[in-house]
């Protein structure tokens, strides 16, 4: 009975007044770690057969949000989205060419609300798509002086090109390389990132400073460079890759993006199996270095003082549907881990209500007493931070374009995922049964109230494209 007294308290306290009252400066430090195409379990992606103990130790401090969906299934467009809390709809960002500040050049990101608000940010590794971008770009695309007060991408040291490489297309995909790395790993990307942002953790926390500092992992994205020790956790002879099964819904024409399949149609069970191997080794090596930052809060005892939150900026296919990459419409590819880790928010729970990467602005906000500048397009997790088990209505939504005029949208409730097409094509499918979306069922006529219902949600989100809009 006190354990229900006290959540529909915190649910009713603003949460900014809950982290006041327990600070000595009443400001809340944040720790923001992202790891770029790391999809969520499923397939024959399982509990049972990834490594990630640090994770699960993070999972056993936080809530995990089971269905949280990214807002477009490529980097650039989601980050943006999710840094700024507006649909894809609204930025008008949908590729990895588009800089946000050339369309919203006014627009106050989370980290920059903070920094207006007396916090230091910084920036380490990929949370803006800077990291892909050349030399000439990458100042400006990194946004030093608003989102940041300091932001770097640290490239692999040299020589750091060393062990067994192998294109898993001949050449074709250029991204499709495996690396099984010798030599230190300190001299990998993700391992610069790492220490790089234990030092700020360090300087900023001795100093009494409150801070955001955004720790972004370029693993398990492409191409699949990991050192050797973590394939090593993976024997080849033992993974068994994802196959559709025999009799699987044909996919609609605009599903799966143009070009890369038929590469991908001529692997051989062994590059399948490969490409897997290579996959989940970079998702250990990303687990150890998030184990690093676990470490240096304990080191330093902030898990009473810092907001930590660690999330994938979309979900990847690892064999469903054929197609080895993100960029779709299915579960695999709009679904994205998502652990919140919280002063006063009970470890080892799990959130199973559909949330959204836009969700996390006014999270923020939330937890830090501030208020956003603009409208936010998501609302507050902090209720379901108190309660996970509650039932939240709504929904989640992706946005993927295949050209000018060409697009999809997807909606998800947890059991039903519905997308529609702009050639009118459209799918349906229930996870309660079909959680690999193998059955379509959008024709079946039992399913009209249904498809009725998600067609009203996805009605009611912002116009695309732009035109629409006039």
Known sequence: MQLVVFLFALVALSWGQLASAALPNGKLNVLLIMSDDLRDFGGAFTRDIVKTPHLDRLAARSVRFECACAQYPVCNPSRTSMLVGLRPEQTRIVSNQQFFRETLPDTVTFPQLLRQNGWTTRSFGKILHAANTGEAIRARWLDVGKTWDHAEILPAQSPHRRGVFRNLTGGKLGWCEIGILDGPEDEQPDARTAAAAIRSVEELSAAGKPWLIGVGFHRPHDPFHVPR??????????????????????????????????????????ERRDFFRAYLAGVSFMDAQVGRLLDTLDRLKLWDNTLVIFLGDHGYHLGERGWWNKNTLFDRSCRTPLLIAAPGVKGGQTCRAPVELVDLYPTIADFCGVKASHALAGRSLCPELAEPARLRTGAAFTLVTRGPQR??????????????????????????????????????????PILAELKSKLAALPPWPPLAAK
Request: charged content about 30%; glycine content about 6%.
């Open 229 to 270: 020790k973590y394939f090593d956790l993976y024997p080849r002879e033992l993974l068994k890759p994802y196959l559709d099964p025999p009799g699987i819904s044909k996919a609609a024409a605009l599903a799966i993006p143009a070009g890369w399949l038929a590469e991908f149609a001529k692997f051989t069970d062994d």
């Open 407 to 448: 697009f999809g949208r997807s909606v998800t409730t947890g059991r039903w995922r519905f997308t529609q097409w702009s050639d009118g094509t459209a799918e349906l499918y229930d996870h309660d049964v079909d959680p690999e979306e193998t059955r379509d069922l959008s024709s079946d006529p039992k399913h009209t």
